[in-house]
C-alpha cells in the first residue's frame, strides 16, 4: 500500500479544504478521520486510490464514498478531478488570495473589493457547474414539466430566489407559486400530491420555515427537492432530491454574496431545461406575454425612425389644396 508523503511545497486543494473545512464539524467519527487526513494532506488523493485512502485513515472504500458525497461530489473520482483543478488554479497564481480573493476589509481599494467579488463568485460558479448532476437536473426539469402545481419555498434573501424561479417557470405555462410565509406556504404544502413538485432553497439549509413547509409538501405526496450549500443539512436530507451549490468567500454578511449567484445558475438551468421538455409551449407562451407587455414599452430609436419613414414627412396643413 503506497504511502502519501506530502512534498516540500505544498499547494492546498483551496475548494475542497473549503468544503471540509464546513461539513466537518457535523461528520461522523469515520468521515471525520478522512476529512482530518485530507486537510494536513489536501493533495492526498491525487496520488492515492481510494482503497488507498481508506488505509492510510483506517477507514473503508465505502466510508470514503460516503466522505465524498457529503461533500457534494458523486465519487471519488469526481473528488479527486475538483482537488486537481484546484492546485492547477493555485499552481496559476501566487497565492490562495490571489486565487478567489481576500476577506473583506475597510482598507481595500474599490479594485481590490471588485476583484475579490469577481474572483469568489467566479470559483463558486466553476466549483458549482463542476459537481451538478445533469441526470438528476433532468429528471426534476421532466417532473416540473409535467406537474400540476409547482410551490417554491425561501425565507429572506432565498425568498428572491423562490419568486425568480417562480416567475420564470409561470411565463412558460407551468403553474408555480412562491411562498415566504410559513403559513401561507404550510396551507399550499398540505394540499399537494404527488403530481406536485415542491422546491425548498436555503443556502444554509438550515431555515427551519423553508425545512417545514418542504417536509410537509413531501407527506402531502410531492416530490421534493432542496436547493442548499450544504449536502448534510436537515432540508437536503428531509428531501427526495437534493442539488448543492458551493460558496466559498465571506463578506459582510453570513448568507455569503456568491450564494445568490450560484443559485441563480442553478435555477438558471431548471428554467432552461423545462423550457426545453415544453419547448412548443414555451414558445407560444413566450411569445404572446412578450405581445401582451409589448405596449407599454418604448420603441427602440431604430423602430421609431423606422415607423416615420412609412408615415411620411409632416406638412402640418402647408400646400395643401381645399376644396
Request: charged share 20%; proline share 4%.
Amino acid at each position: 500500500m503506497s504511502t502519501f508523503t506530502p512534498s516540500k511545497a505544498v499547494v492546498n486543494a483551496a475548494g475542497v479544504v473549503n468544503r471540509i473545512q464546513a461539513k466537518l464539524p457535523d461528520m461522523p467519527a469515520a468521515m471525520a478521520k478522512i476529512g482530518t487526513f485530507l486537510l494536513e494532506h489536501p493533495q492526498a488523493p491525487l496520488e492515492l486510490s481510494i482503497m488507498e485512502l481508506a488505509g492510510q485513515t483506517k477507514t473503508s472504500p465505502a466510508t470514503v464514498t460516503r466522505f465524498c458525497r457529503l461533500l457534494g461530489y458523486t465519487g471519488y473520482v469526481p473528488f479527486r478531478v475538483s482537488i486537481a483543478s484546484d492546485v492547477g488554479r493555485s499552481d496559476a497564481r501566487e497565492s490562495w488570495k490571489a486565487d478567489i480573493g481576500r476577506a473583506f476589509g475597510p482598507d481595500d481599494s474599490a479594485r481590490d473589493v471588485l476583484s475579490s467579488l469577481v474572483n469568489a463568485h467566479t470559483r463558486s460558479l466553476e466549483e458549482t457547474a463542476a459537481v451538478m448532476d445533469l441526470a438528476l437536473m433532468n429528471k426534476i426539469a421532466r417532473r416540473i414539466a409535467m406537474s400540476t402545481h409547482v410551490d417554491i419555498y425561501g425565507i429572506g434573501g432565498s425568498a428572491v430566489m423562490a419568486k425568480e424561479l417562480q416567475s420564470r417557470l409561470y411565463r412558460i405555462g407551468v403553474n408555480a407559486h412562491h411562498w415566504s410565509e410559513v403559513h401561507a406556504g404550510l396551507t399550499s404544502a398540505a394540499i399537494q400530491d404527488t403530481n406536485s413538485v415542491a422546491i425548498g432553497i436555503s443556502n444554509t439549509g438550515r431555515t427551519e420555515e423553508t425545512i417545514q413547509m418542504l417536509r410537509e409538501a413531501g407527506e402531502a405526496g410531492a416530490l421534493t427537492i432542496a436547493l442548499s450549500n450544504n449536502p448534510g443539512s436537515p432540508l437536503a436530507e428531509s428531501a427526495d432530491e437534493a442539488i448543492i451549490t458551493s460558496v466559498h468567500e465571506q463578506f459582510l454578511q453570513p448568507d455569503d454574496l456568491s450564494a445568490k449567484h450560484v443559485q441563480l445558475l442553478v435555477l438558471d438551468m431548471i428554467y432552461l431545461l423545462v423550457a426545453q421538455v415544453n419547448f412548443t409551449q414555451t414558445t407560444s407562451t413566450l411569445a404572446a406575454s412578450a405581445a401582451a407587455v409589448a405596449p407599454h414599452r418604448r420603441p427602440t430609436r431604430a423602430a421609431r425612425l423606422e415607423l416615420g419613414s412609412h408615415r411620411g414627412p409632416r406638412n402640418n396643413g402647408r400646400n395643401s389644396s381645399h376644396v
